[in-house]
Structures are given as C-alpha cells and as structure tokens.
C-alpha cells in the first residue's frame, strides 16, 4: 500500500499525514488492550505515512504517553506528538472530572507530558477543554509562554466555539482545532469550521468513526461491550437511542455495498472530504489498536464520494438521537 498524502497542520505548522491516529485506547476508554498488537499499530501507520500521533496526559492518568513513549522516541523525526492538558481526573474516581486552564497547572502539566513521553519538544499542544472560569487569552498567553521557551512547537484547542478561537489566535496563532466532526455529529460546523477556515487553523476531527458505531462494529453498547468501556456512558449508544441511530446507517451501508468498500471507508471518506468542501486542512485522527484497521483507515483517503452520494448523506446528523456526551457543558456546542 501507498503512503497517504499529506496536510499542512495550520498556516505555520508542518505538514502531516492527511490522516493521524488517534492513541487514546490503545490504554485507555475502550476495554482490554493487545498491548504488541497496539506497538505493531503505531509502526505500520507510520509505514503508510501517518505522522500525526494524537494523546492526552488524561488517557489513563498519564499511562498512554507512556506508552507510546518509545515509538515516538525511535522515530523522533518523522512524527509530530499531539498531547493536551486540561481534564482532572481524580485517582479515587475516574468518573470525576474537572478542568483546569489556569498558568500555574498549564506550566505543571507540560513538564509531566515531556517527562512521559520522553521528548525534549511537543510539536502539537492542545487545551483539551475550556474552563470557561479562566480567559481564554490568558490560557493561551500561558500556553504561548512554553513556545517561547522551545518546550512547545504549536498550540491547539479542543472544542471551542468560532469565537473562542479567533479570541485565542489574536493572542497566538492557533495551529489546529480538536473536536468531534462526524457525518453523525457536525454541531461544529456551526461557528467553529467556519473561523477555522477563516484564520488557516487545520481542523483536527476526533471521532470520526463515531466512536466504532460507524463502523457497525456494535449497536449497543450497554449490551454488547465490557463494563469498562466509557461508550456505555453516551447517550446516542444505549437503549432505545443507540437501535434508532443503527437504522441511520443504511445509507452508509449501501454506498459500502456499492463500491466494496467498508461502512467505516464510508464515513472517513466523508470526513476527509469536508476539506475540499469548507476549504481547510481536515486531518481525522480515527483511533484503532489493530494494523488492519489502519491500513482501512488510511485506505478511506483515496474515496471521493460523488453529489449523489455526499447528498444521501446529508440528513444524517440532524437524525441522530442522544448527544455525544451525557453533559454536553464542557463541549463547544454546550457553549453555542
């Protein structure tokens, strides 16, 4: 297989794979882990051309820098480390979370993430959520102190709103915006697409497999997966929402069945093409433990879905019933 193409990451940043890959639960979130199969996963997407490798110091409390510490560190060169700082969790409950965006925790948080990962330099740093309690130009005065002082390349944010980031790129410039952008949750569109398109800040989408649910891999996830999947925690996932929202899929199906390609190649290329579509950089980061679902992945990159096919589509999202979060208030459109 053929490297992909590639991608600026934001008017100053470097270019990338035009798809990353997202590491969250190859430790983190989605059950039980094949911890060589995952190794094996981050060596062939570099192998395709992936180079954008996505974390948090929040993924298992630090564990996933940890361990994708020594494949970053081996091919130091080719690949650009994403991590963010931002979400508290608390070690006696993980279902706890707070936000933190104050100098004092960005400047305490950065030292643990480069410690982790073993790395001089965070090419990409995200404020994973905003603390709406704190400016968001002083969080990002803060965070434009560590670029200054060579321990950052590039800043992101995560699921802020178009205003949020054009106040936050008038104090630095922004190289990419995280948020979930999928053909079943597009409430960024809204305001935050539009202003990234308008400042050159690449458009970063998480999810965009739905969180496996695109790919037909499960309906229910309160049935289907183990306890200590956080999917079962969604309201778009579980009971009478998550059988509603199977039925959705249909159109995806037929277009796979169409062209032999996957439900999953289905969505990623929708994804992919939202770049031509509202003129950005759009680099997904679908997560995956396993080589062949990168080399899928990857292969979604290479589909251009016709008017037809993009129309049939449309519908989708303005269909699906739940939100993607039981509380949607530390999400950009809990904000909007």
Request: with cysteine.
């Amino acid at each position: 297989m053929s490297r992909i193409e590639t991608a600026r990451l934001g008017s100053e940043g470097p270019e990338v794979g035009v798809q990353g890959l997202g590491c969250m639960g190859m430790s983190f979130a989605y059950g039980p882990t094949d911890a060589d199969e995952a190794r094996a996963t981050l060596e062939r997407a570099l192998e395709l051309g992936v180079t954008l490798y996505d974390t948090a110091d929040m993924y298992g409390m630090g564990e996933n820098e940890k361990f994708i510490a020594p494949f970053i560190q081996a091919n130091r060169d080719a690949v650009t480390i994403a991590t963010k700082f931002g979400i508290v969790l608390d070690p006696d409950d993980p279902a706890k979370r707070g936000i933190r965006n104050d100098r004092e925790y960005i400047r305490a948080s950065v030292e643990g993430s480069l410690q982790r990962l073993g790395v001089d330099v965070i090419d990409l740093y995200y404020m994973h959520r905003r603390d709406v309690n704190v400016p968001i130009e002083e969080t990002v005065g803060a965070m434009a102190e560590l670029v200054q002082e060579g321990k950052v390349k590039q800043l992101g944010l995560s699921e802020v709103t178009g205003p949020e980031l054009r106040a936050a790129h008038a104090v630095h410039p922004i190289a990419a915006l995280q948020s979930e952008w999928s053909v079943f949750s597009r409430d960024v569109e809204k305001t935050a697409v539009p202003a990234a398109a308008e400042l050159g800040v690449a458009f970063v989408p998480y999810s965009p497999l739905g969180r496996g649910f695109l790919t037909g891999a499960f309906v229910k996830a309160d049935a289907e997966l183990t306890k200590d999947d956080f999917r079962q925690t969604m309201p778009r996932f579980t009971g009478e929402n998550a059988e509603k929202n199977a039925q959705l899929l249909a159109p995806l199906r037929a277009i796979a069945e169409a062209r032999d390609i996957t439900l999953g190649q289905v969505a990623l290329a929708w994804v992919q093409q939202q770049a031509q579509i509202h003129d950005l950089s759009v680099i997904p980061i679908p997560g995956t433990r396993k080589r062949t679902r990168v080399e899928e992945n990857t292969g979604a990159t290479r589909i251009g879905l016709t008017a037809a096919e993009l129309a049939t589509l449309e519908p989708i999202a303005g269909q699906v019933a739940g939100g993607r979060y039981a509380d949607m208030a530390f999400t950009s459109a809990g904000r909007e």
